[in-house]
């Protein structure tokens, strides 16, 4: 149980398109949804915290215009990067939380903008 | 001061060693800890989750809670090839999550 997805897997644009990457719990409601990104042999870097039904909410330094997140049921939680350019490209991951303490993570999805 | 040390690493050991993996942390209001594995181009995966002081174990995972020295272990026995990964601290508190940056172990068979 606990199996959180993420679509797409991979994703190569071009710069200034939006992307639109989507996380979902398959076998369980999330309360909660969470987005981090991760550079390379770096840790996790939250980004933003979603409720069903309800604004996100942005960590300092994160662009809520660039990077949109909605979290349309207790299931999908979608992050849209918005007019990309190559230092957004990144991997990016979700997370559900049933319980809003243990999470459990998508697989994440690469970004290469070129 | 990072609310979350981890031992940065890395860590190699041989195949079949104990393997101890630690973080301390500040925040006294932390009242979850966990660990995960992160294999490479992969998202992390919950290992353990304990609320209080002890041990758990599980399998060859043993993780550790000492809230008085702020301070959590996880311990792997008999270590496989399978066991290279970084593997991640976390502590939570109403909702949010706080992680360690990561210990690289790679088990040599």
């Known amino acids: 149980g606990a199996v959180v997805s993420q679509h797409p897997s991979w994703v190569i644009c071009k710069s200034g398109t939006s992307v639109k990457i989507e996380c979902r719990s398959l076998d369980f409601q999330a309360t909660t949804m969470f987005w981090y990104r991760q550079f390379p042999k770096q840790s996790l870097m939250l980004m933003a915290t979603s409720n069903e039904g309800s604004k996100a909410t942005y960590e300092q330094g994160v662009e809520k215009d660039k990077f949109l997140i909605n979290h349309a049921s207790l299931t999908l939680s979608t992050l849209t990067v918005t007019s990309a350019h190559p230092e957004d490209s990144s991997f990016y991951i979700c997370?559900?939380?049933?319980?809003?303490?243990?999470?459990?993570f998508g697989p994440g999805t690469r970004l290469t903008v070129l | 001061q990072k609310e979350v040390e981890q031992d940065p690493g890395p860590l190699s050991v041989p195949e079949g060693a104990i393997v101890s993996l630690n973080c301390t942390y500040s925040?006294?209001?932390?009242?979850?800890f966990m660990w995960y594995r992160q294999y490479s181009r992969k998202g992390p995966e919950l290992l353990m989750y304990?609320?209080?002081?002890g041990n758990k174990e599980d399998g060859r995972f043993t993780a550790q809670v000492d809230k008085s020295s702020k301070y959590i272990s996880l311990f792997i026995r008999d270590s496989q090839p399978s066991d290279s990964a970084t593997y991640l601290c976390?502590?939570?508190?109403?909702?949010?999550?706080?992680f360690g940056d990561g210990t690289t172990l790679t088990v040599k068979p």
């Open positions: 997370s559900a939380s049933p319980t809003s303490t243990e999470q459990f």
């Open positions: 304990t609320y209080s002081s």
């Open positions: 925040n006294s209001a932390f009242q979850y």
């Open positions: 976390a502590m939570a508190y109403a909702g949010k999550s706080t």
